[in-house]
């Protein structure tokens, strides 16, 4: 999982970075009087010595470019236009040339652009103008100057290539020149609420911002080498976010805006019954493009001389005395909701990921304690713990001796050891160490048997030697106590267990009885005594088997029953316990796993245990993470270790992440909603408003005629 989180988290990093670098090479590459035209290619060529040696010809023998104040026509200048270091470079593109006329008598009332960077074409190649049009063009100190159109270029007066000219199609973007004069009032920039209905709708930020979100939790989950590169890394997009969103706009970067003066008229290519049109209006030779929502109002200004304000693309922005997209922005506020939707999805989807993969509970109960003001507390006795005031967040410190707490899983596993994670701590009589009668009569019948299937050397005395000569000799095997089995048997199995009633009804078959009562009464009569029995090898494994299942039951039922036992500590007092499961007893590890202990072995473990765990010095140091109260009036206490740097800025970062997505989602949820529901309300606000606007002045000018008449 942290390899994988590594690599994702490498990718991205990259990915941003590439992102980044590409589209600032790109803005370095390209001069800033190309920047805004997305059809020039972005890689020039070099100008070679015969073009500049035709340009610097044409500067010597036409009239030089010269850039046209805003309020006069162009001025001659002394000296042409001359090439920068940045000339070199020769841009191509396919694109419509847009011209226009101005209202004046200098000679040049032609106007070019190519979208809104104004540029020079030579008057003789005003016949090539097409639809589409091939340039190439360079910079020179004043304006691009257009060195190739369609084919034709500077090197010489006739095409480089022949290309017949192409005919002027009834849509093409050159205008003629009308009869109505067009009144050129000056060239504005246009302003941040008129920039504002162009801009983006905030996606692009909002995706910055969730990509930054995404990084912080990939920090949390992240290896701790990673963790500090992701955390730093999330920084970028967030800031590059936050500069889009806040930056000033440049007036570089803003569009041009001509202030004209002159007369709308309506085309009329449409009928009488059209009238209600809004794109066969022109000023001259312009093509107007209106908002939708002014088609009620603009037939007011139509045949009468009117400011109009207009981008280069012939939108109007501002027209008359009151139609004006600025006016509209300042006082009925634009509703971009599209930013909020996409962080309102990409919080809840981040959100979604933090409750999978990140534990909160801890984070949450740390910081709620630190802002609460966590307190340390030192104790070395019951009493005095007794008597401290607990809160989860707390740092407790805990000396003492305890016992160490026993798990019980309702007799599924035949033993349990004891568990130090857990240490109660009360001032009650220690538990005594586990005795039990039935391992010990259990212990004695195994004892019993093993003596006489397996002898000492000393047994031998027990039999004559001629006796033991021939069993020897024969392979057979000799009980010579075989009463004494049967006693010890009959002490052990005073239920009806499995285990018993097999041994029961091999030992009758070896001593030829007819049942197990009559077989226990000779014993204890004594008829049995001095009687040896002879096995075979198979026999006496037999036999050695099934007593060793009958004091197995028995051994594995009383270790249970001790630990149960011990699983029950007086009411009252403490059980201290490490949610981490780390041992608050240092003991060393055994050297064989409990459960691998045979029966017999699993009790004196145990007894030894319980010897050393009873009552056992413990230390406990940690936060306090949880406080219960259980049935027999014991305060059950966890605590945490007190968090590392790592893990302080996990549990510290999840929490502040988690607020800030809860955060996010429900402001953007409520001006989602909001945006929504005043983004249908601007329009009727927007035409209430003109409404108003027009109707008083129209009873101004019918109060100033009722006054004249």
């Known amino acids: 999982m942290s390899a994988i989180v590594t690599v994702l988290a490498g990718a991205l990093a990259c990915a941003v970075v590439s992102v980044i670098g590409w589209r600032y090479y790109r803005r370095r590459t390209r001069p800033v009087s190309v920047k805004r035209l997305s059809f020039i290619k972005p ?76 540029i020079h074409l030579p008057s003789q190649w005003e016949q090539y103008i097409a639809e589409e049009n091939h340039v190439e063009l360079i910079r020179t100190d004043s304006m691009p100057l257009v060195i190739s159109l369609n084919g034709h270029s500077l090197l010489n007066d006739t095409p480089s290539v022949v290309v017949p000219a192409p005919a002027v199609v009834p849509n093409s973007s050159m205008r003629e020149q009308g009869n109505e004069q067009v009144e050129l009032l000056k060239v504005r920039k246009e302003t941040p609420q008129e920039r504002a209905i162009s801009r983006p709708s905030g996606r692009r930020e909002a995706a910055l911002c969730s990509a930054a979100l995404l990084l912080i939790l990939l920090s949390l989950l992240a290896p701790i080498v990673a963790q500090p590169w992701l955390a730093t890394l999330a920084g970028l997009p967030a800031g590059l976010a936050a500069w889009l969103r ?86 009925f506020p634009l509703q971009r909701w599209g930013g909020n939707l996409l962080m309102l999805c990409s919080s809840l989807l981040i959100l979604s990921l933090l409750l999978a993969y990140v534990p909160l509970s801890l984070p949450l109960k740390l910081s709620v304690a630190w802002l609460q003001g966590a307190q340390t507390v030192r104790v070395d006795s019951v009493a005095a713990l007794n008597q401290a005031t607990l809160r989860i967040g707390d740092t407790l410190s805990a000396r003492g001796t305890g016992m160490c707490y026993v798990q019980s899983d309702n007799g599924r596993t035949p033993f349990l050891p004891f568990d130090c994670s857990a240490i109660y701590w009360n001032n009650a009589v220690p538990l005594p160490m586990p005795e039990s009668d039935t391992v010990d009569r259990a212990e004695s019948l195994l004892t019993a048997v093993n003596n006489q299937l397996h002898p000492a050397l000393d047994n031998e005395n027990k039999i004559t030697p001629g006796l033991a000569s021939a069993i020897q000799k024969s392979g057979m095997i000799l ?34 009885g007819r049942d197990w009562p009559t077989i226990v009464k000779r014993a204890r009569a004594g008829s049995l005594k001095g009687i040896n029995v002879l096995l075979r090898p198979v026999s006496a494994d037999t036999l050695e088997a099934l007593v060793n299942a009958a ?36 003991t060393p590890p055994p050297a064989v796993n409990f459960n691998d202990y045979t029966g017999l072995a699993q009790w004196h473990e145990l007894q030894r245990l319980s010897t050393q765990l009873l009552h056992t010095p413990f230390n406990a140091e940690g936060i306090i993470t949880n406080i219960t109260v259980d049935a027999n009036g014991t305060r059950h206490i966890a605590l945490h270790n007190e968090p590392e740097r790592v893990s302080l800025w996990r549990n510290v970062g999840a929490t502040l992440l988690l607020i800030l997505l809860l955060t996010l989602a429900a402001l953007n949820a409520v001006l989602l909603v909001r945006r929504l529901h005043n983004g249908r309300r601007r329009a009727r606000d927007i035409q209430r408003y003109y409404d108003n606007c027009f109707s008083h002045d129209a009873m101004g000018l019918s109060g100033n005629r009722l006054w004249r008449g």
């Open 551 to 586: 004091t197995s039951y028995y051994f594995a039922s009383e270790t249970r029953n001790a630990t149960n036992a011990l699983n029950s500590p007086p009411p009252g007092g403490f059980l201290i316990r490490s949610d981490e499961e780390k041992q608050l007893v240092q």
């Open 246 to 331: 806040f930056r000033p706009t440049p007036l570089r970067n803003r569009q041009d805006i001509h202030c004209l003066r002159g007369i709308p008229r309506r085309w009329g290519l449409f009928g009488e019954s059209d009238q209600g049109s809004i794109s066969n209006i022109s000023l001259g030779s312009l093509d107007l493009r209106y908002p939708a929502h002014w088609q009620p109002y603009i037939a007011r200004d139509l045949d009468q001389k009117t400011d109009i304000d207009i981008y280069l693309s012939s939108q109007v922005v501002r027209q008359g005395r009151y139609l004006s997209l600025h006016d509209e922005v300042t006082h």
């Open 479 to 512: 009980l010579d106590d075989f009463s004494d089995i049967v006693l010890k048997t009959q002490e052990l199995c005073q239920d009806d267990a499995a285990p018993c009633q097999r041994l029961q009804a091999a030992l009758v078959n070896l001593a030829n």
């Open 43 to 118: 890689f020039p060529r070099k100008l070679t010595a015969e073009e500049r040696a035709a340009i610097e010809h044409y500067f010597h023998h036409s009239q030089p470019l010269a850039r046209a104040t805003p309020l006069s026509a162009p001025e001659p200048a002394a000296a042409g236009a001359s090439l920068t270091p940045r000339s070199d470079n020769v841009y191509a593109g396919t694109h419509a040339i847009t011209r226009y006329g101005l209202a004046t008598d200098a000679p040049h009332k032609w106007r070019y652009y190519l979208d809104n960077i104004e």
